[in-house]
T-cell receptor, first 115, second 114 residues
Framework: AQKVTQAQTEISVVEKEDVTLDCVYE???????LFWYKQPPSGELVFLIR??????QNEISGRYSWNFQKSTSSFNFTITASQVVDSAVYFC????????????FGQGTTLQVKP | EAGVTQSPTHLIKTRGQQVTLRCSPI?????VYWYQQALGLGLQFLLW???????NRGNFPPRFSGRQFPNYSSELNVNALELEDSALYLC?????????????FGPGTRLTVL
């Protein structure tokens, strides 16, 4: 069965620290898609990145970077030089190969960045 | 470009009542998805509509239903409300029949059932 696990429930860091959010997934499919979303206190989920299972290249976007490793079924997210505005709940999600329209979300990691 | 919009923002109902939530997708998007985010249960997939038809539904009872209109907006209906239906209901949209494209979410409707 498909499953996404975000083992870190809450993380607290001081501004300017680097922080890595872990995501481990389970799937029997060889083709799948992984996503990260950010949910600030306002509640709206903000799309951050999509990665397909055939593209293991790491990606960097400003202070954000993602490390995809199929060998360990992980898709970790690192924020460099964290800022108070990064405080939010972060969700990792998996899309099944068959087009069900459904995203399977992890339980989320609450990140608190203190000034 | 306007994002996904949802109405109302907040809603308070009592057990046994019925509720309708509304969602307008991003212009050009044909697929609409509904998710429930209940405390302690995370984000659960509810329904997927595309081109006016229900394409998939999650593990929810039949009292959760909805529809999609010709302009691609959507309604989620919940009948016979129960206390555990209290949650944030999120709507999302995407184009290309949801072919693993990213889903863009609205701000949600907070439903409280008393």
């Amino acid at each position: 069965a498909q499953k996404v696990t975000q083992a870190q429930t809450e993380i607290s860091v001081v501004e300017k620290e680097d922080v890595t959010l872990d995501c481990v997934y389970e799937t029997r499919d060889t083709t799948y898609y992984l996503f990260w979303y950010k949910q600030p206190p306002s509640g709206e989920l903000v799309f951050l990145i999509r990665r397909n299972s055939f593209d293991e290249q790491n990606e960097i976007s400003g202070r954000y970077s993602w490390n995809f490793q199929k060998s360990t079924s992980s898709f970790n997210f690192t924020i460099t030089a964290s800022q108070v505005v990064d405080s939010a709940v972060y969700f990792c999600a998996l899309s099944e190969a068959s087009n069900t329209g459904k995203l399977i979300f992890g339980q989320g990691t609450t990140l608190q960045v203190k000034p | 470009e306007a994002g996904v919009t949802q109405s109302p923002t907040h809603l308070i109902k009592t057990r046994g009542q019925q509720v309708t939530l509304r969602c307008s997708p991003i212009s050009g998007h044909t697929s609409v998805y509904w998710y429930q985010q209940a405390l302690g249960l995370g984000l659960q997939f509810l329904l997927w509509y595309d081109e006016g038809e229900e394409r998939n539904r999650g593990n929810f009872p039949p009292r959760f239903s909805g529809r999609q209109f010709p302009n691609y907006s959507s309604e989620l209906n919940v009948n016979a409300l129960e206390l555990e239906d209290s949650a944030l209901y999120l709507c999302a949209s995407s184009f290309d029949r949801g072919l693993h494209n990213e889903q863009f979410f609205g701000p949600g409707t907070r439903l409280t059932v008393l």
